[in-house]
């Protein structure tokens, strides 16, 4: 079965046909009005999760408390509240924004790379590979790099992973759909394997950070770990979009790709890199959070095409909308108790992906 699980989008060089350009204004149109619903959503996300919680702080005392910090009038809270919001709160709501906007614009990527709906880096594997990386820097003592010692282990580990993905998954030049999900187990149940092996060795102030990793979490946010991975995820943000263009002549096939100026091996080499950056720096501080990938950039795409100029930053916009939400309802839904993130987005992530999955088979006849 080929790896095409959708169509590809429009290109400017289809020519001056005025249905096209008419299509093309209409997918602009949508696009726009898109972005500035997620952006909408994003900032309300923002300052309901910075007010809500076991100590309440109301919306208008959030917006006059950073007003006062960046100079713009406003006052300050009283000593509990300016703790609560400045130390526990908005590290957090930071730590989401770069671990959603990572994981969402690393599904993106990685469904142009793969040329598959289906491709996310927690179901193929590479979010448990870069966990093994992250629990063995752990386990292990490491800290040859202060702060950046988990995250750097995390993306060699990552990377490792997601080339030996990208090989296995390879037939014939294309990449099949059964091949890359069984990859996946086989990966998840090996790093699995190994992350146990940790465990088993560890002592148990090891096993409390490295079960933070298994399950996913925000609840250990901190302004250090935010500046520790905000280099990464920033960087990986800022190269994908110019890399929108060529998924979208890739998404026509190889060869036509090819013909039209793509340096195919060369395009797949740098975007396997900026996913194992991206989801390096996500599972660093926030462990193994799988299905955002999967879910945010498929929803994008059905709501106005698959044209990655829209669908790269789109995607990296919904999934901090995603974390940020999620994040607000791990520890609110169950309060006082706070429910493992990677839990929460697993469990609404598993039946969508089992949709998907099913969608995929009867469009395309079947898995051979």
Same mark, same amino acid.
């Given at each position: 079965?080929?790896?095409?699980?959708?169509?590809?989008?429009?290109?400017?060089?289809?020519?001056?046909?005025?249905?096209?350009?008419?299509?093309?204004?209409?997918?602009?149109?949508?696009?726009?009005?898109?972005?500035? +619903?997620?952006?909408?959503?994003?900032?309300?996300?923002?300052?309901? &999760?910075?007010? %809500?919680?076991?100590?309440?702080?109301?919306?208008?005392?959030?917006? /006059?408390?950073?007003?006062?910090?960046?100079?713009?009038?406003?006052?300050?809270?009283?000593?509990?509240?300016?703790?609560?919001?400045?130390?526990?709160?908005?590290?957090?709501?930071?730590?989401?924004?770069? !671990? @959603?906007?990572?994981?969402?614009?690393?599904?993106?990527?990685?469904? @142009?790379?793969?040329?598959?709906?289906?491709?996310?880096?927690?179901?193929?594997?590479? &979010?448990?590979?870069?966990?093994?990386?992250?629990?063995? &820097?752990?386990?292990?003592?490491?800290?040859?790099?202060?702060?950046?010692?988990?995250?750097?282990?995390?993306?060699?580990?990552?990377?490792?992973?997601?080339?030996?993905?990208?090989?296995?998954?390879? /037939?014939?030049?294309?990449?099949?759909?059964?091949?890359?999900?069984?990859?996946?187990?086989?990966?998840?149940?090996?790093?699995? +394997?190994?992350?146990?092996?940790?465990?088993?060795?560890?002592?148990?102030?090891?096993?409390?950070?490295?079960?933070?990793?298994?399950?996913?979490?925000?609840?250990?946010?901190?302004?250090?770990? !935010?500046?520790?991975?905000?280099?990464?995820?920033?960087?990986?943000?800022?190269?994908?979009?110019?890399?929108?263009?060529?998924?979208?002549?890739?998404?026509?096939?190889?060869?036509?790709?090819?013909?039209?100026?793509?340096?195919?091996?060369?395009?797949?080499?740098?975007?396997?890199?900026?996913?194992?950056?991206?989801?390096?720096?996500?599972?660093?501080? +926030?462990?193994?959070?799988?299905?955002?990938?999967?879910?945010?950039?498929?929803?994008?795409?059905?709501?106005?095409?698959?044209?990655?100029?829209?669908?790269?930053?789109?995607?990296?916009?919904?999934? +901090?909308?995603?974390?940020?939400?999620?994040?607000?309802?791990?520890?609110?839904?169950?309060?006082?108790?706070? %429910?493992?993130?990677?839990?929460?987005?697993?469990?609404?992530?598993?039946?969508?992906?089992?949709?998907?999955?099913?969608?995929?088979?009867?469009?395309?006849?079947?898995?051979?």
């Amino acid at each position: 079965m080929t790896a095409t699980a959708y169509d590809a989008p429009a290109t400017e060089d289809d020519g001056p046909d005025p249905g096209a350009t008419d299509t093309r204004n209409r997918v602009r149109g949508r696009a726009f009005v898109l972005t500035a +619903a997620l952006a909408a959503a994003l900032l309300v996300g923002c300052l309901l &999760s910075a007010g %809500l919680g076991a100590y309440s702080i109301p919306l208008g005392d959030v917006l /006059s408390s950073v007003q006062h910090r960046i100079g713009l009038g406003g006052h300050a809270l009283d000593r509990v509240g300016e703790s609560v919001l400045w130390n526990v709160r908005l590290p957090r709501v930071v730590l989401a924004l770069l !671990v @959603g906007a990572s994981l969402g614009c690393a599904g993106a990527l990685m469904q @142009g790379v793969f040329g598959n709906p289906l491709a996310e880096p927690g179901v193929i594997g590479i &979010s448990s590979g870069a966990a093994v990386g992250a629990v063995a &820097s752990i386990a292990l003592g490491l800290n040859f790099l202060g702060n950046w010692t988990i995250t750097v282990c995390a993306f060699a580990a990552g990377l490792a992973t997601v080339l030996l993905v990208y090989t296995l998954s390879r /037939s014939g030049g294309r990449t099949e759909v059964v091949t890359l999900i069984l990859t996946g187990i086989a990966v998840n149940a090996f790093a699995g +394997a190994l992350i146990g092996l940790f465990i088993f060795f560890a002592d148990n102030a090891q096993i409390t950070q490295i079960t933070f990793w298994q399950l996913g979490s925000l609840a250990q946010a901190t302004w250090p770990k !935010v500046l520790a991975v905000l280099p990464c995820a920033v960087l990986g943000l800022l190269v994908a979009p110019f890399y929108a263009r060529k998924l979208d002549l890739l998404a026509l096939g190889e060869r036509p790709a090819r013909h039209l100026g793509v340096d195919v091996e060369r395009l797949r080499i740098v975007l396997v890199l900026v996913v194992a950056l991206l989801t390096a720096a996500a599972v660093a501080v +926030a462990g193994i959070i799988s299905f955002v990938g999967l879910l945010v950039p498929h929803l994008l795409r059905m709501a106005n095409g698959p044209g990655h100029r829209f669908l790269v930053p789109g995607s990296a916009l919904g999934g +901090a909308l995603v974390l940020v939400a999620g994040d607000l309802a791990a520890r609110t839904v169950a309060d006082p108790a706070e %429910l493992p993130l990677g839990v929460l987005t697993a469990l609404f992530g598993s039946p969508f992906f089992f949709w998907l999955l099913r969608r995929t088979r009867r469009k395309q006849g079947g898995w051979a």
